[in-house]
């Protein structure tokens, strides 16, 4: 049973550029979140998304920010018009249901904005 | 809001030394409470968890008692090895929020042969 997978794992987008990071939840997990890691920083929490659903988006910044799971296929964490501060480990993290004790995490992005 | 509250690092150990890494938190419902250990360059890995009041979370020499009376989750470990060198998150998860998990800042942890 394969973990969660993250790609890509590195990604260089320059500015004003669209970074699109995927996230495969473990198989039979319906439940994706999304953290984002600032250098020296703890992880964050941005959004919380079942199939087709978001369910929480209280941490995803008001613009240029998305996120979807569709029905086939990864969740997608899309950044549009990328700016220095984008800069992060993006991690992803699946569970098999909402309310479960253990989420389990990919390996994160690292998104570099030049 | 709910928050999670960890010591600084970074900590620097000697091989066998005892080690503790005191974790606080404030939250307005029934938390779970996580330790999660991050290795250079990787994601996050579960250390331990604990899902109510006086539980004992343990795994790989490393424990923590969920303390409620001093909402407190300190990670101990009696004998560190070098291995151990990594930055060790706590966290909690308030499941009427979805599960999703608030995080402390971090602390890493460099232990020296």
């Known amino acids: 049973n394969a973990g969660v997978m993250q790609n890509p794992r590195h990604l260089v987008r320059r500015r004003g550029q669209e970074a699109r990071l995927r996230c495969s939840p473990m198989?039979?997990?319906?439940?994706v979140y999304w953290y984002r890691q600032l250098p020296e920083e703890g992880l964050k929490f941005m959004v919380y998304l079942q199939k087709e659903n978001i369910i929480d988006e209280s941490g995803m910044p008001k613009e240029r920010f998305s996120a979807e799971f569709p029905k086939e296929g990864p969740s997608i964490l899309r950044i549009q018009q990328v700016v220095r501060g984008d800069s992060a480990a993006y991690f992803c993290a699946s569970s098999p249901q909402r309310g479960s004790t253990e989420a389990f995490f990919g390996q994160g992005t690292r998104l570099t904005v030049v | 809001g709910d928050s999670v509250t960890q010591m600084e690092g970074p900590v620097t150990l000697s091989e066998e030394a005892c080690l503790t890494i005191?974790?606080?938190?404030?939250?307005?419902?029934?938390?779970?409470l996580f330790w999660y250990v991050q290795y250079p360059g990787e994601g996050l890995q579960l250390l331990l968890k604990a899902t109510k009041a006086d539980d004992k979370g343990s795994n790989k020499g490393f424990e923590a008692t969920y303390r409620k009376e001093t909402t407190s989750f300190h990670l101990e470990k009696g004998s560190v090895q070098v291995s151990d060198s990594a930055v060790y998150f706590c966290a909690l998860a308030v499941y009427n929020q979805g599960g999703k998990l608030i995080f402390g800042q971090g602390t890493e942890l460099s232990v020296k042969p």
């Open positions: 005191n974790c606080t938190y404030t939250a307005t419902g029934y938390p779970s």
């Open positions: 198989k039979g997990h319906s439940h």
